[in-house]
């Protein structure tokens, strides 16, 4: 059974850093990819960065260049590794894991992700 575990958030001033791991016990060897996710109050859920199984990776433009998701796959545990931070990235982060590609929403999609982390906050604050 998948489970996924996140850790690594806190309160951080602004242009500070942070790194979350998720460790995924149960990760089926031919996923498709993980990503990290966040939900603020009163938003949608927004992918932030995925890593696919064969090691490529991808991050929309809110946080691209700050951002930097890796994997240590002897400990089955996701990266995110967050620079730059700014009060907007304030938010509950998630790691999610898709077990396959349908095509039918983009590879970022939450839709996409069918097991999900209990989630980790953090909080941009001076």
């Known amino acids: 059974q998948l489970q996924l575990v996140e850790s690594g958030g806190g309160l951080v001033q602004p242009g500070g850093s942070l790194r979350l791991s998720c460790v995924a016990s149960g990760l089926p060897s031919d996923y498709f990819a993980i990503g990290w996710f966040r939900q603020a109050p009163g938003k949608e859920r927004e992918g932030v960065s995925l890593?696919?199984?064969?090691?490529?990776?991808y991050y929309p433009d809110s946080v691209k260049g700050r951002f930097t998701i890796s994997r240590d796959n002897a400990k089955n545990t996701v990266y995110l590794q967050m620079d730059s931070l700014k009060p907007e990235d304030t938010a509950s982060y998630y790691c999610a894991v898709a077990t396959y590609y349908s095509g039918y929403y983009h590879t970022l999609d939450p839709k996409t992700y069918s097991s999900w982390g209990q989630g980790t906050q953090v909080t941009v604050s001076s």
């Open positions: 890593i696919f199984s064969g090691g490529s990776t």
